[in-house]
Nanobody, 122 residues
C-alpha cells in the first residue's frame, strides 16, 4: 500500500536549518506530485511547497517560505526533501508530506504521512 514516512524534524534555534525527508513507497513515485504541508497548534493546515510529477516541473512555495525553503526529489530513491534555512519561530509546526496520486500539485491530496515535528526556539 501507499506509504509516506517523514523524518528529519527536531528542535533548532532561530536562524538555523533542518532538512526534512519523505520516503515514499507503494506507488509509481516519479510521475506523482509530492507536497509538504504544516500545521501549527490551533491553526489550520497550510501548504508549504510542492514539486510536480512531470520532468521539469517548477516547484511552488508558500509566500512565507519563499527564499528560505527548497524542495527537491530523488526519483531513484523515491525521496522528497525540504531544505529549510533561516528558520523562524513561526515555522514551528508538524510537517507532513502528501501526494495527490497525480502529477499536478493542484489535485486533491489523497495520501499523507504521519508528520514530523519542527520546533524553532531559543
Amino acid at each position: 500500500q501507499v506509504q509516506l514516512v517523514e523524518s528529519g524534524g527536531g528542535l533548532v534555534q532561530p536562524g538555523g536549518s533542518l532538512r526534512l525527508s519523505c520516503a515514499a513507497s507503494g506507488f509509481t513515485f516519479e510521475i506523482n506530485a509530492v507536497g509538504w504541508f504544516r500545521q501549527a497548534p490551533g491553526k489550520k493546515r497550510e501548504g508549504v511547497s510542492c514539486i510536480g510529477g512531470t520532468s521539469g516541473s517548477i516547484p511552488t512555495y508558500a509566500d512565507s517560505v519563499k527564499g528560505r525553503f527548497t524542495i527537491s526529489r530523488d526519483n531513484a530513491k523515491n525521496m522528497v526533501y525540504l531544505q529549510m534555512n533561516s528558520l523562524k519561530p513561526e515555522d514551528t509546526a508538524v510537517y507532513y508530506c502528501a501526494t495527490p496520486m497525480g502529477s499536478s500539485c493542484l489535485e486533491v491530496y489523497e495520501e499523507w504521512g504521519q508528520g514530523t515535528q519542527v520546533t524553532v526556539s531559543s
